[in-house]
């Protein structure tokens, strides 16, 4: 089992839904990290976390750290964000190793 | 800043060859890392350094090598590749704390490299 899952693995909606990518994670974090990664480009961090709820944006993230979950959100959503947000965390302080989640693949239709 | 960049972009071996991935970073970093990224699968850590002199291994650290001889730049060679290890490759650097906490990481733009 991995120990970081991300839902829904592909997700598509139409321009300005607003999009909800869970991720839940199975052990002790000391930080989570949304990252986004466009078609065949480079990887992007969107959010570093390790409690409450942080904007940007149209973005939002939150975390439960007693539930081990975490949300990212997109507001009033656009074409442009079609890409793939990865959820990552941090295993332990002064540790910046990172275990990844697969990704959420996420497609908006004008 | 450049910020993190590798070299090269595209990269074609033929099974057994060697070569060395090149990655650097003009943030004054003291952590760096390697990832291989397969479809269907998250990243994958395989080598990483807290500073220069100073690496270790991690996931999947078969079949490469890497080396950290200036705060700048880690190199990851490949020994002697081997279809399996055709995969995108990100480099990684961020900040590293010692008494604790968690930074921001940056990566690279990646090195497709096709094993044939």
């Known amino acids: 089992k991995n120990e970081v899952e991300q839902s829904p693995q592909n997700l598509t909606a139409q321009e300005g839904e607003f999009i909800t990518i869970n991720c839940s994670y199975s052990?002790?974090?000391?930080?989570l990290h949304w990252l986004q990664q466009h078609p065949g480009g480079g990887i992007v961090s969107l959010f570093m976390?390790?409690?409450g709820k942080k904007k940007h944006g149209r973005l939002i993230a939150t975390i439960n750290i007693q539930e081990k979950h975490s949300s990212l959100h997109i507001t009033a959503s656009h074409p442009r964000d079609s890409a793939v947000y990865i959820c990552?965390?941090?295993?332990?302080?002064?540790?910046?190793?990172?275990?990844f989640g697969t990704g959420t693949r996420l497609t908006i239709i004008p | 800043n450049a910020g993190v960049t590798q070299t090269p972009k595209f990269q074609v071996l033929k099974t057994g060859q060697s070569m060395t991935l090149q990655c650097a970073q003009d943030?004054?970093?003291?952590?760096m890392s390697w990832y291989r990224q397969d479809p269907g699968m998250g990243l994958r850590l395989i080598h990483y350094?807290?500073?220069?002199?100073?690496?270790d291994q991690g996931e999947v650290p078969n079949g490469y090598n890497v080396s950290r001889s200036t705060t700048e730049d880690f190199p990851l060679r490949l020994l002697s590749a081997a279809p399996s290890q055709t995969s995108v490759y990100f480099c990684?650097?961020?900040?590293?704390?010692?008494?604790?906490?968690?930074?921001?990481?940056?990566f690279g733009p990646g090195t497709r490299l096709t094993v044939t």
């Open positions: 990684a650097s961020s900040y590293s704390y010692p008494s604790g906490g968690s930074y921001e990481q940056y």
């Open positions: 052990v002790g974090i000391s930080a």
């Open positions: 976390l390790s409690s």
């Open positions: 990552a965390v941090s295993l332990s302080f002064g540790n910046e190793k990172l275990t």
């Open positions: 943030m004054n970093h003291e952590y």
């Open positions: 350094s807290v500073g220069a002199g100073i690496t």
